[in-house]
């Protein structure tokens, strides 16, 4: 009897610890899975090359992806802290788990910063993505390297989208049309999307819808992401707080 009962505390005990890290040990994978995949998503809306070329040419000083940049550093980010966390549970280190906390924490307030930011300067950004389309019109006049970079990535878009031009058609292109008319062709002449210019069949829409329907895409696919990535920063918080306490009353 007097051997079981000095054994019973220390199974306690053990069980104990297990189940408060067990506790934070549930949401902290899920924590370090979500940076994982934002890093993951980002990255692949970061290297596709639908519109990027064209929205951000070499001389650009207009970087309408600069928020898919912001979440690849947030989901690296992320990863460390969830493997801080982690450690934090294991070793049930109330240093680590508060690091954890705070970093979290100030990740989850910047996401609210950005959040507002974007909605109030909206209107601004589709400002500047308009003048930045109106602005590349030039390159398809041009004939130095970086004109010519713009060119192909243009004629790639509008044989994708079906399109011509950027802005006002096949007219952009301006005396460089020829030379590039075979990705604006149609494939038939009695097609009702079709003109006529410069004795070749083209398409009469220009490419600027196409190119704003993709921005929109994408700031879509941000925006799931971090409302997503706030449910489950939220969720961390909880558990490592509530860990952090526990270990704090043993």
């Given at each position: 009897?007097?051997?079981?009962?000095?054994?019973?505390?220390?199974?306690?005990?053990?069980?104990?610890?297990?189940?408060?890290?067990?506790?934070?040990?549930?949401?902290?994978?899920?924590?370090?899975?979500?940076?994982?995949?934002?890093?993951?998503?980002?990255?692949?809306?970061?290297?596709?090359?639908?519109?990027?070329?064209?929205?951000s040419p070499g001389d650009s000083a207009t970087n309408p992806y600069i928020s898919?940049?912001?979440?690849?550093?947030?989901?690296?980010?992320?990863?460390?802290?969830?493997?801080?966390?982690?450690?934090?549970?294991?070793?049930?280190?109330?240093?680590?788990?508060?690091?954890?906390?705070?970093?979290?924490?100030?990740?989850?307030?910047?996401?609210?910063?950005?959040?507002?930011?974007?909605?109030?300067?909206?209107?601004?950004?589709?400002?500047?993505?308009?003048?930045?389309?109106?602005?590349?019109?030039?390159?398809?006049?041009?004939?130095?390297?970086?004109?010519?970079?713009?060119?192909?990535?243009?004629?790639?878009?509008?044989?994708?989208?079906?399109?011509?031009?950027?802005?006002?058609?096949?007219?952009?292109?301006?005396?460089?049309?020829?030379?590039?008319?075979?990705?604006?062709?149609?494939?038939?002449?009695?097609?009702?999307?079709?003109?006529?210019?410069?004795?070749?069949?083209?398409?009469?829409?220009?490419?600027?819808?196409?190119i704003k329907e993709l921005v929109a895409k994408h700031i879509l696919i941000v925006?799931?992401?971090?409302?997503?990535?706030?449910?489950?920063?939220?969720?961390?918080?909880?558990?490592?707080?509530?860990?952090?306490?526990?270990?704090?009353?043993?």
């Amino acid at each position: 009897m007097v051997v079981v009962q000095g054994q019973q505390p220390l199974a306690q005990g053990c069980s104990g610890r297990a189940a408060r890290s067990s506790e934070l040990l549930g949401g902290q994978p899920c924590v370090q899975l979500c940076g994982i995949l934002i890093l993951a998503i980002a990255i692949w809306v970061r290297v596709s090359k639908d519109g990027q070329e064209i929205l951000s040419p070499g001389d650009s000083a207009t970087n309408p992806y600069i928020s898919v940049n912001i979440l690849i550093a947030v989901g690296s980010i992320i990863m460390i802290l969830g493997f801080l966390g982690c450690c934090g549970a294991v070793k049930e280190s109330r240093c680590m788990l508060l690091l954890f906390f705070i970093g979290l924490f100030l990740i989850l307030l910047l996401q609210v910063a950005a959040g507002i930011l974007g909605a109030t300067f909206k209107s601004e950004s589709e400002r500047m993505l308009n003048e930045t389309l109106y602005e590349n019109v030039k390159l398809l006049t041009g004939a130095d390297n970086d004109a010519k970079a713009f060119q192909k990535a243009l004629a790639e878009f509008q044989e994708e989208f079906k399109c011509c031009g950027l802005v006002n058609g096949a007219a952009d292109w301006g005396n460089n049309f020829q030379q590039n008319s075979k990705s604006c062709e149609c494939q038939s002449s009695t097609d009702p999307s079709c003109v006529s210019y410069e004795s070749k069949y083209v398409y009469k829409q220009p490419c600027i819808s196409f190119i704003k329907e993709l921005v929109a895409k994408h700031i879509l696919i941000v925006i799931g992401i971090a409302f997503g990535l706030a449910v489950i920063e939220i969720l961390g918080l909880v558990f490592s707080m509530v860990l952090y306490c526990q270990i704090g009353n043993k």
